[in-house]
């Protein structure tokens, strides 16, 4: 069975160790550590760590426990993986650089902060391609496309296990939106992401990059009109109180990816390689279960609370595409063409 690498005392686990909280890494460890300087055994003494960033109730913890467990039954408790959720390891930029450098095996998180990473990934910024998440679902498991963003992941460092997701980012705000012409003026909170931005202004709005902690209190005093989130963030997060409208512009699928580190994972024995591409799989298939149980859920919550829940129009839908086009051009111009072409394939352009 492999040893988790904090066995080693090296100059790099070192820098990495200084990274991370301190009481977290003492946690950790006291697992890790537990079958360092034993003989090989049958069991595993020790657990590998699964990171994350995201609160415990959410879909990528239910993806990351989901995983874990599986690999326990399917390895007869031979396999061992602790999962330690809201950033108690470290903030998303920081467990991609770990996960790279192999001290924390395996990380669970949404794609967009991997694109500074990895450009090709991208893809998934480009707006509005898909009119249902059966769609989305459907290309994401396609083994061409499948293949070429696994390669992608491979060629950074990492090996790509599967990939859930939280369901569509809609929009919530206090000015209705029934036409193209609506967004126009609409001051909207996004993340810091140079498509995102350049989206929302080809809609006419006026896009604000703020930091996720001050959007509550942004919308209560109206310094921001609206903001745009999977429907488990804007309940969780209570931000339909402060809005009259739920818009489901659906722009974007939030995805989220189980990545592992790629050496590590080659450095397993096939039949554990097996164990965890199988675990994934299931996980993968619970995770999106939960995430459309959930999203009926959250949607029930906004309707019972008074918040009005407005579903755009074909017609609307494709005016924002058309005036998407420009982002289009600035990612197809950054990514691999396959990857571009394999992702528009059978889509409406």
Known sequence: MKKFTTCNTDKKSGRILRMIPVAAV????????????????????????????????TVTQIFAEKFAEEVADLSDGKMKIQVYANSTLGGDRDLLET?????????????APQVSFMSDLAVFDLPCVFDS??????????????????????????HLLGMADQGFRVMSTNKAVNSFADFKGQKIRTMENSYHLAFWKALGANPTPMSFSEVYIGLQQHTIDAQENPYEVIVSNNLYEQQD??????????????????????????DE????????QLATEYAREQSDARIADKVATIEESGTQIITLSDETRKEIREASKGVYESIKKVIDPAIYDSYMENVEK
């Open 26 to 57: 003492a946690g950790a460890l006291s697992i890790a550590l537990t079958g360092c300087g034993t003989s090989e055994d049958e069991v595993q003494r020790y657990s590998w760590p699964l990171a994350t960033a995201s609160p415990e109730d």
């Open 133 to 158: 998440l059966d769609d989305c679902r459907k290309k994401i498991d396609d083994p061409e496309f499948y293949s070429l963003i696994s390669d992608v992941y491979t060629d950074g460092g990492y």
């Open 273 to 280: 390689q097996e164990i965890m591409t199988e675990a994934a």
């Open 99 to 111: 996960c790279s450098d192999g001290d924390i095996p395996f990380v669970v998180q949404n794609t």
């Open 245 to 270: 409208y739920v818009v489901e512009t659906n722009h974007l699928p939030h995805l989220i990816s189980l990545i592992v580190n790629d050496d590590f994972f080659k450095d397993l024995p096939a």
